[in-house]
């Protein structure tokens, strides 16, 4: 006598909080199509860019997240990003945000010098002896040939971002304790990093 069915049960039980890192960007285009790699899949977090205008000013970034913090809140666990680029910016604008960013343990602060794109070219190769902003962009333009048309995320694999976030750490050393003053440095890889290892 076959033995009775057993019913199928799925266990009850609430499903896993996922992380989210809120990220207010200079760029419009560039940094949202960027971080919206990481929501790809199955992803276990949640990258949100905070749309905004062509205002792209660091006092308008932060002023950005402080709205976005006002109407949507942030939990313990979340993080809040600003995301700027070094290239044309005085002391005193990227001095607010960084003194933003300190307040508070889920938040941070990521500088690019001399502006994002440095980031991407870290995907490809080690970015030494860059002449300028113009020849980052070129350097930029001989790996993704249509970048001016948007990010291709496939292209951005798991390997290529642990490449970037090594080839930045090279640079960075020591780590610097704000923004990378040196041109040809970035810190957006302690904001990647973070990332990948909740994934």
Not at 15 to 43: L, W
Not at 53 to 77: A, I, Y
Not at 118 to 138: I, P, Q, R, Y
Request: glycine content about 4%.
């Amino acid at each position: 006598m076959a033995a009775p069915r057993r019913k199928f049960k799925r266990p009850f039980g609430e499903r896993r909080y996922r992380k989210k890192f809120v990220i207010a960007a200079e760029g419009v285009k560039t940094e949202p199509q960027y971080f919206s790699i990481f929501n790809k899949g199955n992803a276990v977090i949640r990258v949100q860019c905070i749309k905004g205008s062509n205002k792209s000013s660091p006092p308008q970034v932060l002023e950005r997240m402080r709205k976005f913090l006002r109407q949507e809140g942030l939990r313990k666990e979340d993080e809040a990003w600003l995301v700027v680029d070094n290239d044309q910016w005085t002391v005193e604008q990227l001095q607010e945000l960084h003194e933003w960013s300190k307040k508070l343990e889920n938040r941070g602060f990521a500088v690019s010098n001399p502006k994002f794109e440095f980031w991407l070219l870290l995907h490809f190769e080690e970015g030494k002896s860059l002449a300028s902003v113009s020849d980052c962009s070129k350097r930029l333009k001989r790996h993704l040939p249509d970048y001016d048309k948007g990010i291709k995320w496939h292209v951005f694999t798991a390997e290529k971002i642990n490449e970037a976030i090594q080839r930045a750490k090279v640079r960075d050393d020591p780590p610097c304790e704000d923004w990378p003053r040196k041109f040809g440095n970035t810190t957006i890889y302690r904001l990647v990093e973070k990332i990948m290892k909740e994934q």
